[in-house]
């Protein structure tokens, strides 16, 4: 019972300290070094790229459109 008990205390020490020193790091890269943007940069950046694949759809399709109306007229 002690063995099993200081096995989990361990283990949940671990565990705390391996988040705790990815979360240092990651505050190092981004906040110290800057080779990291920010996660808000990083979302901003994602929700462009969003937008731009939609618009990119969006002006294929009236091309497409356009070419198919343009092939119907001659």
Sequence with gaps: MLLETLFHAGQAWH???LSTLKQNILEFLQEETRDLPASAEVDILYKQITDLVRDTQTLNDKIDGLLTQS???N
Excluded: F, V
Aim: aromatic letters at 0%.
């Design 71 to 73: 092939t119907k007229n």
């Design 15 to 17: 565990n705390e300290t």
